[in-house]
Structures are given as structure tokens and as C-alpha cells.
């Protein structure tokens, strides 16, 4: 089946003129009548009536022009919605990010420029989120602390610093300016799991200075830790980009080595070009 001669004959039956069908078309009135003269020559078939003043459909044409109408209806159709995401009118983003504070104000920007896009947003650790870009399940992520690696595409967002998040009433909560790292020697503390980004940055900075805090509580989650400060069971550790304001805790930005971590924006280098990526990563810029 030749789908040209199909368009040819559904450009004359919605147009009713083979003139018109060709400027529908943006080819010559004879292409047009050739197509639809071989269309019905080959299957032998009268689809149209020619007279002086117009072309009119036979039984059989009426019948195809139904079929060829929804059938070429339908590809106006994609048509109209692939263009539509081209242009960014629509179109679904999947993003990952290792903590809500840096990529809400993101997403609000993404929104504002280009509100017909919608977003699906999954939170995780580190690892989860790494690893839901690397299996496509997302198409950009917020990450911490990621190694370079072949076919992963980097932009950086930045630094963040740790700080130790006291209760309010604390002896060390007072002072405003940085709080040095061994003033947390022997101190009771309520940390994230050993596995979080911010837990691994923080025993690392203590073991360059032979700091050995007294570990109490480990915990899964960022606001578990803030609950458990705020109920004095210990001092804790949280990123600058991760500060709420919360009456019952104080935030003292730590001081020393080591005590940054980097936060990037990635995407599969082979889908870097695609245009509701491209738009994301400009977001970042």
C-alpha cells in the first residue's frame, strides 16, 4: 500500500479539489492526480467523480476517505503533540534528587518558565538516586559527592558546608561565628547512617583530626535528626542547603578540613541534547 497515493486521495476528498489538495499538500496539481489515477489503477477502483466544477467521491471513495481521514487524523495528531514538546508546550520530566532543598526551587523555575511540562520528582539517598539515572529511570538528577564515570554528564551546582545542629539551650549554641570540629570530641551525637553522603563527609573531616565523637543514634533521615536534637539527645550534622528554620535547634557551621561537599546536576551524556533536558540543565546554570 502506498501511502502517498492514500494522502494524495484523503487531501482530494477532504478538499474536494485537486488544486486545493495539492496547496494542501505543498506539491503540483499533476502529482496529485497521479497519485490518486495510480491508487485507483492499481487496485481497480473508481474512488472519485470528476466533473466541470468539482470532484465528487464515489460509494467506494466515501468509504475510504473515512478510513484515510482517521487514519491520517490521527497523525496530525502526534504530529501536533510531538511539535507541542519541541517547543516545550508539553512534555514529562523525570528527576531524582538526593534532598527536596535544592531541587524545589528548580522545579518552581521549570514551572514558571514552562508550565505545560510535567514533573515527576523521586527522592532517595545518594545511592538510589544515582543509581535511578543510571537505569533511566530518571532523566536528570541532583546528586552529592559523584565520581566522574564514562557516559555520565556533570554540571556543577556548587558547595555546601556541614554544620552541627544544636539544641537551643546548648552550652556551644551561643556563639555566631563557626563552631572548629574538635569542639565535637567526645560529644554525644545523633548522626544519618554510615551510608549517607553527609554522615561519610563528616567521619572523614573527624578522622583527619583525631576527633572521636560519641555516635549514640543513628538515623535515616535528615528531619529524624533534626527531632532528635530538638529532644536534646545529642548534637547532629546537617548540609548548609539543608537548613529549616526551627526554634528549637541552632545551626553552627563547622570549621576545618574537609567539612564541603559537592553537589552536581547529571544526565546520560547520550541524552544530554534532548531539549526538556537542556532546559533543566539551564535552569542550573
Given at each position: 500500500m502506498n501511502l502517498f497515493q492514500l494522502r494524495a486521495f484523503d487531501a482530494v476528498a477532504r478538499e474536494g479539489s485537486f488544486t486545493r489538495a495539492a496547496a494542501r499538500l505543498f506539491i503540483s496539481q499533476p502529482a496529485v492526480t497521479g497519485h490518486?489515477?495510480?491508487?485507483?489503477?492499481?487496485?481497480?477502483?473508481?474512488?472519485?467523480?470528476?466533473t466541470a466544477r468539482r470532484v465528487e467521491l464515489t460509494e467506494e471513495g466515501t468509504r475510504l476517505a473515512a478510513i484515510t481521514r482517521a487514519m491520517f487524523g490521527m497523525a496530525e495528531e502526534a504530529q501536533a503533540m510531538l511539535e507541542a514538546n519541541r517547543q516545550l508546550l508539553t512534555g514529562r520530566l523525570e528527576v531524582a534528587a538526593d534532598?527536596?532543598?535544592?531541587?524545589?526551587?528548580?522545579l518552581a523555575q521549570l514551572r514558571a518558565r514552562f508550565p505545560g511540562i510535567t514533573v515527576n520528582l523521586r527522592l532517595g539517598n545518594a545511592q538510589e538516586t544515582l543509581a535511578a539515572l543510571l537505569s533511566e529511570h530518571a532523566d536528570v538528577a541532583l546528586l552529592?559527592?559523584?565520581?566522574?564515570?564514562?557516559?555520565?554528564?556533570?554540571?556543577s551546582l556548587g558547595d555546601s558546608r556541614l554544620c552541627a545542629l544544636l539544641p537551643v539551650d546548648h552550652p556551644l549554641a551561643g556563639a555566631?561565628?563557626?563552631?572548629?570540629?574538635?569542639?565535637?570530641?567526645?560529644?554525644?551525637?545523633?548522626l544519618r547512617e554510615p551510608n549517607s553522603i553527609t554522615r561519610r563527609t563528616f567521619d572523614q573531616a573527624c578522622a583527619l583530626v583525631q576527633?572521636?565523637?560519641?555516635?549514640?543514634?543513628?538515623?535515616?533521615?535528615?528531619e529524624a535528626?533534626?527531632?532528635?536534637?530538638a529532644a536534646r539527645l545529642g548534637i547532629g550534622i546537617v548540609s548548609s542547603v539543608e537548613l529549616a528554620h526551627d526554634p528549637r535547634v541552632v545551626a553552627r557551621p563547622l570549621?576545618?578540613?574537609?567539612?564541603?561537599?559537592?553537589?552536581?546536576?547529571?544526565?546520560?551524556?547520550?541524552?544530554?541534547?534532548l531539549r526538556l533536558i537542556q532546559a533543566f540543565l539551564g535552569l542550573a546554570a
Open positions: 490518486v489515477k495510480a491508487l485507483e489503477e492499481h487496485y481497480q477502483i473508481t474512488l472519485l467523480r470528476r534532598g527536596p532543598h535544592r531541587v524545589m526551587p528548580m552529592t559527592e559523584v565520581e566522574p564515570r564514562k557516559g555520565l554528564y556533570l554540571q555566631a561565628d563557626d563552631l572548629a570540629i574538635d569542639a565535637l570530641d567526645r560529644q554525644i551525637m545523633v576527633v572521636q565523637p560519641r555516635v549514640l543514634l543513628e538515623l535515616d533521615s535528615r535528626v533534626t527531632e532528635a536534637v570549621a576545618g578540613e574537609g567539612l564541603l561537599n559537592r553537589h552536581m546536576i547529571g544526565c546520560l551524556e547520550r541524552r544530554r541534547e
